[in-house]
């Protein structure tokens, strides 16, 4: 390789910048030590980002496939990638027509919308990302009540819907319309909710008069670890939503499957709320090109996020919830281990966590971790809580 010479403080500050080497993998960067010349000097290595599933890059794959899209006005119905896109997931699942969507929480408030009035009361498990993370969207889009109830780790006992008293003709009361389950469930550290229990809560909704709405952001998830397919999960919901920009490793987009009524009247929320995109086949091209090939890999994230609570469970004054899928939750128990100051800690040995609550912090595996960063994240969690634990012992 050439060093840049001689061009001047432009040149250097390019060369500067200069980096080699695919994305997430220590990469050669050629720095310039003066005006004039050049070394190669080894990148520090990269960081470990287990904050989200969300932080996946686009492969070299992936990107030749959305640079070679053939797309066209989508608001006009006109982009064929984005058309193809959405009859596969909706064959996929079972269901009459989809509907792309720039993210999961626009999936799942259009589903709130499309299938409630104003004043109608929605049943919402209360650990569920649409209550939790969606800034109140039932109540500022859809105008509905929010009415929270129990799980075991995201499971609802349909006896808890069955003992809901029906509002029959009554003018006093809000109209139950909507229950909303979440599988894989976020909050309960990548819990799946079992086909059976699923299938009992929808009988027992639609016993009610209730629609029912799946937010299956990690459904791709549950259905390798579990087995059942999509189509399976999807028949015990009226419409499901599901993200590609989460384990299956696109850019952008999730989906919102259900009966062509049901999806026409989210089409139109879609433009309300300016979700409508117009050559957006580029994104949807990603989303194709994940199903072809990120989606039969998932049992390697799986298997990934088990050593790892493995290995972080073995670490003083902490406790690990054994993960279903991709989701490890780190339970801090000795009162030295302060969240934030262990985020630091982990921070400055090129590890990344998120807090998750008042003493949790959650990891989540991906295409982007391999065994070896799994190796260095166990290692700097033991390294920052045995720093911690000494410090507190002084």
């Known amino acids: 390789m050439r060093t840049l010479a001689g061009d001047g403080p432009l040149r250097a500050a390019r060369a500067a910048r ?46 030749r496939a959305m640079a ?14 984005v058309q193809a896109l959405e009859r596969r997931v909706a064959g996929l699942a079972g269901r009459e027509a989809g509907l792309f969507v720039p993210s999961g929480t626009m ?19 209360q650990e569920c990302h649409i209550f939790r993370y969606e800034q109140g969207g ?28 029906a509002a029959g003709d009554d003018d006093h009361v809000a109209r139950l319309r909507l229950l909303c389950l979440e599988n894989t469930h976020n909050r309960h550290g990548g819990a799946i909710v079992p086909l059976a229990r699923l299938s009992e809560l929808a009988a027992a909704a639609r016993a009610r008069g209730m629609r029912v709405h799946l937010d299956g952001a990690r459904l791709w998830n549950a259905s390798v670890a579990s087995g059942v397919p999509i189509a399976d999960y999807a028949a015990t919901a009226d419409t499901v939503m599901m993200c590609f920009s989460k384990a ?20 139109r929320h879609r433009k309300r709320l300016g979700g409508a995109m117009r050559q957006v086949g580029i994104l949807a091209a990603a989303c194709l090109y994940a199903l072809d090939h990120h989606v039969a890999r998932l049992d ?12 972080l469970g073995a670490a003083a004054g902490v406790r690990v919830v054994a993960p279903e899928t991709n989701i490890v939750l780190v339970e801090l128990e000795h009162p030295a281990l302060d969240p934030q100051a262990l985020l630091a800690a982990l921070e400055r040995r090129g590890v990344r966590l998120v807090r998750f609550g008042a003493r949790r912090l959650r990891a989540i595996t991906h295409l982007d971790v391999d065994d070896a960063g799994v190796e260095r994240a166990i290692a700097a969690l033991r390294g920052a809580v045995a720093e911690r634990l000494a410090a507190a012992a002084v």
């Open 138 to 165: 039932v109540a500022a889009n859809a105008g509905c009540l929010a009415h929270l109830i129990p799980s075991e780790r995201g499971a609802v006992d349909p006896r808890t819907i069955e003992a809901l008293p």
């Open 107 to 125: 999936g799942n408030q259009l589903a709130v919308m499309s299938q409630t009035s104003p004043g109608d009361e929605v049943l919402l498990e």
């Open 18 to 63: 200069l980096s080699l080497g695919p994305p997430g993998r220590a990469r050669i960067r050629l720095r310039s030590r003066h005006a004039g010349q050049g070394v190669l000097v080894p990148d520090s290595p990269p960081i470990v980002d287990l904050r989200s599933d969300t932080v996946t890059r686009p492969t070299p794959a992936m990107r």
């Open 248 to 267: 299956l490793g696109a850019p952008v987009g999730s989906i919102l499957v259900g009966d062509a009524a049901t999806i026409r009247s989210a089409r």
């Open 68 to 81: 070679e899209a053939e797309v066209g006005d989508d608001v006009f119905g006109d982009d064929p990638t």
């Open 300 to 311: 390697q994230d799986h298997r990934r996020a088990r050593d790892l609570a493995a290995g």
